[in-house]
């Protein structure tokens, strides 16, 4: 003899309220074939509800036996009781549980979305069903546009969707009038002639006529369990009924499949968002400002960073300057004289170098007519604009031959200028007094960019080191020598080396070297500790966003628990549950990151509309963190809101209002 279709032995089911349990179900035996119509009757609260989800497999029993064509379901993990209820069963309810927020076609579609098949198939199939049950012109329609009983008629074509070899209907009149009532009767009747095992509950005697047995239920017990003449069902003019139920569509396998459930997933969380379209937007706010500064404030640094670079630059970054004495501000710097042009000379030679000047620097009075005042007056080679990269503003500079002739010419800077000659008068040709000897103005140097290192208020004169030593101060020594290194070469090897060769013609360390390299260096490891200090303060708003997040899909499961509670008995996996929460988490994390990006970008052109020195610099390094980050936020706050909706048990979820 064959396997009976389903098998219960000795079931009992026990709740724990309080200190007590209580047996809802005791020592149920009950079989039922395949083909079988069977009305359950009793009394509210004697336990016909608890019967039938042990029987849908949303239950389990607390002790007994379970069989379905064969198999003790006591056994199965969660995932293969989700397969059965998917495949086998179809359930429809008293109070018919559709989905609000879908239309009727995408209801009845839900439970093939579990098998993973394809979204047009499913549609085709649900619209097929709708239409053989009178509601080919409801499919799009919300539940709350239906009557009671075309809701119903939706739920039993969602049933029917994956095939229900069974199907289970829970007082599925009970919430419907009378005729509406008759309808579903009589279409629980031509699913029973077409093949398939119905099992209803119900407390009408009207309803139970339809059954070919009728099983009483009182105290949670079988009291009784008669056959009975069936009133007939309606005339069977439906297709649907005649023909043979689908066999069941076993789920895709595979990538395939996985990507379908990714995508359906996907489309669900949409769905959900959209639905609460405020609260979306409030929940991704925190992400958005979050993200928002995060990126700001590193493309501002970035911008900072960036722009102190360049002004260093401008000031000549890859110069070394060595000056005699061991260190800043040695008593007996003045006593050596060992730094001469010849070690300039010997420098320029070398390979790493790019140019090199020697410098002698003294105050001296400046004269021209009867303006006097005091300035700096810098002996220096010919290659002194070049090392410094400074520009001229009108004039030139004097060249090798001034130098080697002791030239009486000078250039002066923009503050000596203004200050002998005032603002109308062209300096250049005119002669000046430097001490007592006087030389002729060939140059005005261009105005340093004032803002980092090089803004100074004095005034500077430079002539040929030769006439600087020769005619105005007297000695041969030098009080600096200043060296360019070659573009990409490393400072601190040039330094090195310089000191090397400095120290074999001096016979010993009697000079110090001072790189401009190390400064860039200082600066750059300030910005990136400021960068790192702020970026850390933006963390925090970002974690409070995610907390926000959480939060909100915490209280988005509560309030969709009877949701999950449907999709599980119509067959959803609890990684469908909790892939579908985890999706609408990292969907609102990404879409805040997203428009925290853009609005970053509308914060940097507000930006460079106020301050026109620098701009925010925006690096793609800083934008894909900024977008792994929301990402990760989503996963890490989405995740316990989606484990806990997935960790529902089906029969209290649905229970929930
Ligand atoms: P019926 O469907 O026949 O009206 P039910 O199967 O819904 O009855 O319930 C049978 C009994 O089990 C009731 O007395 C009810 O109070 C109890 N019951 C149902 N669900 C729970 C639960 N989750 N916890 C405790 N008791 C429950
Ligand atoms: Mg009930």
Redesign the pocket.
């Known amino acids: 003899m064959a396997e009976p279709l389903l098998e219960l032995a000795g079931v009992t089911r026990c709740?724990?309220?309080g200190e007590k349990q209580?047996a809802?179900l005791r020592d149920i035996d009950l079989t039922i074939e395949a083909g079988e119509f069977v009305a359950i009757m009793?009394?509210?609260?004697?336990?016909?509800?608890?019967?039938?989800?042990v029987l849908g497999c949303l239950d389990r029993p607390t002790s007994g036996r379970y069989r379905v064509g064969g198999v003790d379901v006591g056994a199965l993990p969660p995932d293969e009781l989700a397969r059965l209820r998917r495949e086998r069963f179809g359930f429809i309810f008293q109070r018919y549980h559709l989905l609000a927020h879908l239309s009727a076609v995408d209801n009845v579609q839900v439970p093939s979305v579990y098998t993973g098949a394809a979204r047009r198939t499913r549609l085709s199939r649900a619209r097929e069903l709708l239409a053989q049950l009178g509601l080919a012109e409801r499919g799009e329609h919300r539940p709350n546009q239906l009557s009671g009983g075309q809701q119903q008629r939706v739920s039993v074509a969602r049933a029917l969707m994956n095939g229900a070899e069974v199907v289970l209907a829970?007082?599925p009149t009970g919430a419907l009038d009378s005729k509406s009532g008759r309808e579903v009767m009589r279409i629980l009747g031509e699913l029973h002639a077409a093949g398939r095992t119905v099992v209803v509950?119900t407390h009408d005697e009207q309803v139970a006529a339809y059954a070919h047995r009728v099983v009483e239920?009182s105290d949670?017990a079988i009291v009784s369990d008669r056959a009975q003449a069936a009133r007939r069902g309606a005339e069977m003019t439906e297709d649907y009924a005649r023909a043979e139920p689908p066999a069941p569509q076993p789920g895709q396998a595979g990538v395939a499949g996985s990507a379908a459930r990714l995508f359906q997933a996907l489309s669900m969380a949409w769905a959900a968002l959209t639905a609460h379209r405020l609260r979306t937007l409030l929940t991704m706010l925190g992400i958005v400002i979050g993200i928002m500064s995060v990126v700001s404030i590193v493309a501002i640094g970035e911008g900072a960073k960036r722009y102190m670079l360049d002004e260093i630059s401008s000031m000549g970054t890859n110069t070394i300057d060595v000056y005699p004495g061991r260190d800043w501000g040695d008593s007996d710097a003045a006593l050596i004289k060992t730094l001469v042009p010849a070690d300039a000379q010997a420098l320029a030679a070398e390979p790493y170098v790019d140019s090199v000047t020697p410098g002698v620097y003294r105050n001296a009075t400046v004269r021209h007519g009867n303006v006097d005042v005091q300035a700096m007056v810098n002996g220096v080679g010919e290659r002194f604009f070049q090392v410094r990269a400074r520009a001229l503003a009108s004039g030139i500079s004097f060249g090798e031959d001034a130098v080697r002739r002791h030239a009486q010419v000078a250039v002066i800077d923009s503050n000596a200028r203004r200050t002998l000659f005032g603002e109308h008068t062209d300096p250049i040709g005119r002669t000046i007094l430097i001490g007592n000897v006087p030389c002729t103005v060939i140059g005005v140097a261009a105005e340093q960019r004032a803002s980092f290192g090089g803004g100074t208020h004095d005034l500077a004169v430079w002539v040929p080191y030769t006439t600087a030593s020769a005619r105005l101060f007297g000695g041969r020594q030098l009080d600096g020598i200043t060296v360019r290194i070659k573009a990409g070469q490393p400072g601190e090897a040039a330094e090195r080396k310089i000191t090397e060769l400095l120290t074999r013609r001096h016979g010993r360390k009697d000079f110090f070297t001072y790189n401009m390299d190390s400064i860039v260096k200082t600066v750059e490891s300030t910005g990136r500790t400021l960068t790192l200090l702020l970026s850390l303060i933006a963390v925090v708003s970002l974690i409070v966003g995610g907390i926000g997040v959480m939060n909100i899909m915490l209280v988005s499961v509560t309030e969709r628990t009877r949701e999950i509670g449907i999709r599980m008995a119509v067959g959803a996996r609890r990684s469908d549950v909790m892939l579908q929460f985890l999706v609408e988490a990292v969907l609102v994390c990404v879409l805040g990151g997203a428009i925290g990006i853009a609005l970053s970008f509308a914060v940097s052109f507000v930006f460079s509309a106020f301050v026109d020195r620098w701009n925010m610099i925006f690096s793609a390094k800083s934008l894909v963190a900024a977008v792994a980050c929301s990402t990760a936020i989503g996963v890490a706050f989405g995740f316990m809101p989606a484990r806990n909706a997935a960790r529902l048990d089906p029969?209290?979820a649905l229970?929930r209002d």
Do not use: F, I, P, W
């Open positions: 709740y724990q309220t209580t809802v009793g009394a509210s609260g004697s336990g016909k509800s608890t019967l039938m989800n829970d007082e509950v239920m949670g029969v209290e229970s």
